[in-house]
């Protein structure tokens, strides 16, 4: 796992002051150019830089890592002051990114700033007191990022870099990065025919290749069997609903800034779904229900579009156009917390068996005084938060706590993880919501024959298939367990003069039992094609040659083992099956 380096006090010292250098660095290399802010963040440090005309390209970092180690060299001390609000808007009268940052202080805040040599800059602080402090950092990447992340601002140049305390821990931490990029799910993705994008379609829109719907169609078909051993009852519905349909839910007016556009067709306003609720939401409404019935658990495979922005979009894992393993649990206020803990406990089980064990629970709670995106009933608020955090603690599950983060309808807990590049992200997710039962006039009939409005549960186990996906390839390195593995059976044959015959009788016996195989009868050398095999992480590979033909039996390799083995086929079907959850 890689370090926080926001959260460490010591790096986050050191990569700040590093900011700080990079900085002096760039001034000296390109004397116009002015920053905007360099903060320290999770994976080092960043700053944002106007460069005017000029353009710093990945190529141009060595040359300011050369100059940011030359001034550490020289060893200048860092030294603090602190300045009244006049005295800073004097001190940076020509810069308008810091005259921008002072003017947006109030006038209570002391305004310190740090000077090393012949730099100055604007800074909260602490710093280390030299330069000659810095000395394992390295530069990253450049890219450009809007003046304070809105489009319609000019564009600055990014650089991002990173600082340690001495050489072995930098190393490691390249070392790592380096890893990341290899089980980027983008790289794999395509290396193994997984998905693809095309300018055509559009961005954030993956089109699921081969490879990629029969890992889709495993997903599917395992969380199927267990939602139904559960007791969940799964549904089709349209991904189009009416813009009167997303008024009522609620969704039009909190949520559409993340939706598509509306489309008129006659007289009738559509959109694409962002959202499965309030479909479900009709289908529950669709007959009377006695308190008897519940809990229902309405579930659906279901597509919805969401705006992302493009600069926003990445791989499977963060699209417009996505797939949730959804469902909505219609339960009575009673029901709440067996039925919170049920999914709970089906989130951890599937972790389990996915081997996923770097996670987090986060409690995703509303912002008290964000009054637009969430409605505005501080009991019912309260009452549902409470209820999250009463069932964790009976689970004993560790969670932190997220505020600004619950859906517009109520609280969450979030599963986050952290892929191999970019911030982390949620994966699983279960929500508690006393509203859109409300607006949607849902109702049962209790216990004394009165009519009682249901509370919802919204949960999704994978989240979405995209992302989860996404996950799945970075966990594994492309190296797919046997059951979900688009390929499960690579069958060589060493001669295809002389075992060509018996690979397609075994091939045939591999396909007869359900199996996915491939029969790699290509005229290369058999070392070759095993290499091959190695490379595409085929879980099994079959070498077939004529010991296997006199002896009616087949050799394999298992992916990530040098060892060959000879069973008979019955045997090695065995083995396999064992293997398919
Ligand atoms: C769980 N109404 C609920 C549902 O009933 C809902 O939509 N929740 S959600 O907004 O949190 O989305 C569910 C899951 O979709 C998230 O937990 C996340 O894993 C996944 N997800 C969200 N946005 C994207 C996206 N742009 N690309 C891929 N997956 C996404
Ligand atoms: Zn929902």
Not at 146 to 163: E, T
Not at 291 to 306: K, M, Q, S, V
Not at 422 to 429: A, D, F, I, K, N
């Amino acid at each position: 796992m890689l370090k926080n380096i926001k959260e460490d006090s010591n790096l986050n010292i050191i990569n700040h002051s590093c900011a700080h250098l990079l900085a002096q660095a760039v001034k000296h290399l390109y004397p116009k150019a002015l920053f905007w802010v360099g903060p320290v963040i999770e994976e080092g440090f960043y700053y944002d830089i106007d460069l005017g005309a000029d353009v710093i390209k990945d190529t141009d970092l060595e040359k300011i890592e050369k100059e940011m180690k030359k001034i550490a060299k020289d060893g200048k001390r860092i030294y603090r002051e602190e300045l009244t609000k006049e005295e800073a808007l004097e001190r940076f009268k020509n810069d308008p990114y810091k005259i921008d940052l002072i003017n947006n202080m109030d006038n209570a805040t002391v305004i310190s700033c740090y000077t090393q040599g012949d730099f100055i800059d604007l800074c909260r602080g602490p710093h280390v007191d030299s330069v000659k402090l810095l000395k394992h950092f390295k530069l990253l990447k450049v890219s450009g990022a809007y003046f304070k992340g809105d489009s319609k601002n000019k564009m600055l140049q990014r650089i991002y870099g990173v600082c340690f305390e001495n050489e072995e821990d930098l190393k490691e931490h390249l070392n790592y990065l380096e890893e990341a990029k290899l089980r980027d799910h983008r790289k794999i993705g395509k290396e193994q025919e997984i998905y693809m994008n095309h300018d055509l379609v559009g961005a954030g829109m993956p089109l699921w290749l081969p490879n990629g719907a029969i890992i889709r169609k495993q997903l599917e078909n395992y969380i199927y069997k267990k939602e139904n051993k559960l007791g969940y009852s799964h549904v089709y519905t349209p991904c189009v609903g009416t813009v009167d349909l997303y008024k009522t839910s609620g969704h039009w007016d909190h949520y559409k800034e993340n939706m598509f556009p509306m489309m008129k067709i006659d007289e009738e306003e559509f959109v694409l779904r962002p959202m499965n609720c309030p479909h479900h939401m009709l289908i529950y409404k669709n007959k009377l229900h006695s308190y008897r019935d519940l809990p229902i658990r309405i579930g659906e495979f279901a597509t919805d579009f969401r705006y992302e922005a493009s600069g926003a979009v990445k791989g499977l894992e963060r699209v417009r156009c996505m797939c949730q393993n959804d469902a909505h649990l219609f339960v009575t206020p009673e029901q709440i917390k067996d039925e919170f803990k049920q999914v709970v406990t089906l989130i951890l089980e599937v972790y389990k068996d996915f081997g996923i064990k770097n996670y987090k629970f986060r409690l995703s709670l509303r912002d008290k005084e964000d009054k637009e995106k969430y409605f505005d009933d501080d009991e019912m608020w309260n009452n549902a938060e409470n209820k999250l955090r009463e069932v964790l603690d009976e689970l004993k599950i560790p969670y932190f706590e997220a505020i600004g983060e619950a859906a517009f309808y109520g609280p969450k807990l979030d599963v986050e993880v952290k892929p191999a590049v970019g911030p982390e992200v949620t994966l699983s997710t279960c929500q508690l919501d006393f509203l859109l039962p409300r607006r949607f006039e849902l109702s049962y009939i209790d216990n004394n024959g009165d009519k009682q409005v249901p509370v919802v549960i919204h949960r999704a186990i994978f989240g979405t298939f995209d992302r989860f996906t996404a996950f799945i390839i970075e966990e594994t390195k492309g190296a797919f367990p046997t059951w979900l593995a688009p390929i499960q059976i690579n069958v060589i044959p060493v001669n295809n003069e002389f075992h060509l015959d018996y690979a397609k009788k075994i091939y045939s016996k591999l396909l007869e039992n359900n199996f996915r195989a491939n029969l790699d009868n290509r005229e290369e050398k058999v070392g070759y094609r095993m290499r091959e095999s190695v490379i595409k992480k085929y879980p099994y590979t079959l070498i077939l040659g004529q010991k296997e033909v006199d002896n009616n039996t087949i050799s394999y390799r298992k992916q990530g083992n040098e060892e060959t083995v000879t069973v008979s086929i019955d045997e090695f079907i065995n083995i396999i099956k064992k293997e398919i959850i």
